[in-house]
């Protein structure tokens, strides 16, 4: 996130994280590259952002990016997975048409479960067609520290963009599985 701040100094960025003492080193990263543009927050993105994605003015939320969201393997710990039905129907209602959310995962059980999430709202359209293969390039052009590591170690990257839609939002018990 710092380094696409830098980078597109035009756009504003929010990161959320669960993790507090990584949020308070990225803030005082943040600080001493003197970046206006940036913002993070400690929060659990499933319980607060539900609340406080409805509360955005339209077309202030452009794009939403998951990248490498913790996997969560055993099963009964799924439940702790970032994208859930809930917070994917507040990113829906909060992107206008047109708008983009991108995710990314070294772990194909991870994709495929946001993926499923995504597909079963009707609410997005995957930018590259619904039968075509992963996207080769993150298209932010910046990677991750994680997506670094992954490909430093030849690790496969699956990327999926999708872009919101005119559909209007299901109600959640078509999404739940």
Partial sequence: ????AAFQQNWNYLGVEIREPLVLAAERDRDQ????????VFCNANVSLETWLPSLVNNHLERVSIQFPDPWFKRRHQKRRVLQPELLLSIANAL????????QSDILDVIESMISIIDLSNCFVRSEGINSIWLEENPFCIPTERESYAISNSLPIYRALYIRNNNLTPKLSSLNF
Avoid: T
């Avoid at 996130?1 to 696409?4: T, V, Y």
């Avoid at 590259?33 to 993070?40: E, S, Y």
């Fill in 33 to 40: 590259l003197g970046l206006k543009n940036l913002k993070f």
């Fill in 96 to 103: 206008m048409p047109g708008f983009e959310l991108f995710i």
């Fill in 1 to 4: 996130m710092l380094n696409m």
